[in-house]
């Protein structure tokens, strides 16, 4: 466990459905990423909240929203998907930003194994 | 933009040999971070080393270390003593001073008995 939690681990979904992936950190970690893993291809990199502030979009279709209530919780909105939005999910957290410090590094949860069908 | 390319989308290693993965970058900044991460089966991304530029010195944990030539924009992660459980998908990462970690592809790491 690196104290970035993300729930649910597996979702299936169909392309009219909505849903929401949730993050939970309790490392005292003020900035919180989503990355998208798909086979074959690097991560990439989603969202940037830095002091719950949206930091980095990273031209990410509109059906994905994020939100960050507080410095502890992320959410990805999902809504109307496609099949090629079949991917890991996954959230990090660190402390400000990930190089302003020589002990910075990104805690990453476990993710969520997203499948639309 | 910055880039992180790793070339082996596949390594094999016997068990208790060494394995060197390779991973190149490229960047305009001077100063920036590079990580090597592991991901095992568990999918939980695991930091395994990381190396300031600023730093001429190599970084080593245990029987991970780092050939890390600034100039030739190139971070290969040597692992010794190879273990059953170092078999992981091994991500190469790059971030200066922006909140931006860049990933690498991915090589999938294979130990033997």
């Known amino acids: 466990e690196t104290g970035v939690t993300q729930t649910p681990r597996h979702l299936v979904m169909g392309m009219t459905n909505k849903k929401s992936l949730k993050c939970e950190q309790h490392?005292?970690?003020?900035?919180m990423y989503w990355y998208k893993q798909s086979a074959k291809k690097p991560l990439e990199l989603m969202f940037v909240?830095?002091?719950?502030?949206?930091?980095e979009n990273n031209s990410v279709p509109s059906r994905f929203s994020p939100e960050c209530p507080n410095s502890s919780h992320l959410f990805l909105h999902l809504h109307t998907l496609q099949p090629e939005d079949s991917a890991l999910y996954l959230c990090?957290?660190?402390?400000?930003?990930?190089?302003?410090?020589?002990?910075?590094?990104?805690?990453f949860g476990q993710g969520t194994r997203l499948t639309v069908v | 933009a910055q880039t992180v390319t790793q070339s082996q989308p596949e390594m094999s290693v016997q068990e208790a040999e060494t394995v060197t993965l390779s991973c190149t970058y490229d960047?305009?900044?001077?100063?920036?971070?590079l990580f090597w991460y592991k991901q095992p089966p568990s999918r939980q991304m695991i930091l395994v080393i990381r190396?300031?530029?600023?730093?001429?010195q190599n970084a080593t944990e245990n029987r991970f270390s780092v050939n890390f030539q600034k100039a030739a924009k190139s971070f290969s992660l040597k692992i010794s003593d190879s273990q059953l459980g170092d078999a992981a998908m091994y991500f190469c990462?790059?971030?200066?001073?922006?909140?931006?970690?860049?990933f690498g592809a991915g090589t999938i790491l294979r130990v033997k008995s």
């Open positions: 190396q300031e530029a600023y730093k001429q």
């Open positions: 990090a957290s660190s402390q400000e930003g990930l190089a302003t410090s020589t002990n910075t590094e990104a805690f």
């Open positions: 490392l005292g970690h003020n900035a």
């Open positions: 909240y830095s002091l719950e502030e949206r930091v």
């Open positions: 990462a790059y971030t200066d001073y922006g909140n931006k970690l860049v």
């Open positions: 960047t305009s900044e001077s100063d920036y971070y």
